[in-house]
Nanobody
Framework: QVQLAESGGGLVQTGGSLRLSCAASGRTVSSYALGWFRQAPGKEREFVAA????????YYADSVKGRFAVSRDTAKNTIYLQMNSLNPDDKAVYYC???????????????????WGQGTQVTVSS
C-alpha cells in the first residue's frame, strides 16, 4: 500500500508562485507514473500534470502548459509541482496520484491512478 501526502499549498497573489510536494510512503514509487490533479469549488476534478517513472517524460493540461512544471526525486520518493504565474483560475485543492498498475508513462485519466493523496489547498488572490 502507498500513502501520499501533499504539502506546499497556501495563499498567493496573482502572478506569484508556489511549489507543491507530494511524499510517498509505504513502498517505493520509482516504477510508477505520478500525477497531479485539482478540483475547484463546484467543479469536477481535472488533470494538471504527470511525469513518467523515469522522470524523462511529462504531460500537461493546456491550461497550465508553460506555467507549471512537474518533476520527481526518486531518492526521496517525492513528486513536485512548480507553479508560476498563478491566477485566480488556479485556485483549487491539488491532489497527487500514483499509477501502480500502468506502464509507467504519464496519463491524464483519473482511472489510471491507483493511489491518491488527501489534497492541499491553493488559493490565488486577485
Amino acid at each position: 500500500q502507498v500513502q501520499l501526502a501533499e504539502s506546499g499549498g497556501g495563499l498567493v497573489q496573482t502572478g506569484g508562485s508556489l511549489r507543491l510536494s507530494c511524499a510517498a510512503s509505504g513502498r517505493t514509487v520509482s516504477s510508477y507514473a505520478l500525477g497531479w490533479f485539482r478540483q475547484a469549488p463546484g467543479k469536477e476534478r481535472e488533470f494538471v500534470a504527470a511525469v513518467s517513472w523515469s522522470g524523462t517524460s511529462t504531460y500537461y493540461a493546456d491550461s497550465v502548459k508553460g506555467r507549471f512544471a512537474v518533476s520527481r526525486d526518486t531518492a526521496k520518493n517525492t513528486i513536485y509541482l512548480q507553479m508560476n504565474s498563478l491566477n485566480p483560475d488556479d485556485k483549487a485543492v491539488y491532489y497527487c496520484a500514483a499509477d501502480r498498475t500502468g506502464s509507467g508513462w504519464p496519463g491524464a485519466m483519473e482511472s489510471q491512478y491507483d493511489y491518491w493523496g488527501q489534497g492541499t489547498q491553493v488559493t490565488v488572490s486577485s
